[in-house]
Nanobody, 125 residues
Framework: QVQLVESGGGSVQAGGSLRLSCAAS???????MAWFRQAPGKEREGVAG????????YVADSVKGRVTISLDNAKNTVYLQMNSLKAEDTGMYYC???????????????????WGQGTQVTVSS
């Protein structure tokens, strides 16, 4: 079993930055993780994913160039650094995890077995 706890959300003005954290506990060996977000009235979408070794990452086209995902294996924590935030980045951000190699279908929710409770990001223009 794995538990995921997100933090770092908040309110920021457009153009600002936030760094989200997701701490994993439990059996974390070979745990691959990703960030998803869901805006009001919209489907949940994948933002970025990272392999358990940190060697492979995927970033959604919608945020490419503004978002970086990274992993601290010693802390079992994955980070999502978001810069140049826009109003359309507003939403609930969720951390998700699965065991094994990050697949090319990383942005599909069904790939992940474990989910955090989410952290709210609000960007005002």
């Amino acid at each position: 079993q794995v538990q995921l706890v997100e933090s770092g959300g908040g309110s920021v003005q457009a153009g600002g930055s936030l760094r989200l954290s997701c701490a994993a506990s439990g059996y974390t060996y070979s745990l691959t993780m990703a960030w998803f977000r869901q805006a009001p009235g919209k489907e949940r979408e994948g933002v970025a994913g990272i392999d358990f070794g940190g060697s492979r990452t995927y970033v959604a086209d919608s945020v490419k160039g503004r978002v970086t995902i990274s992993l601290d294996n010693a802390k079992n924590t994955v980070y999502l650094q978001m810069n140049s935030l826009k109003a359309e980045d507003t939403g609930m951000y969720y951390c998700a995890a699965m065991y094994g190699i990050l697949p090319s279908t990383w942005s599909r929710q069904y790939e992940y077995n474990y989910w955090g409770q989410g952290t709210q990001v609000t960007v005002s223009s």
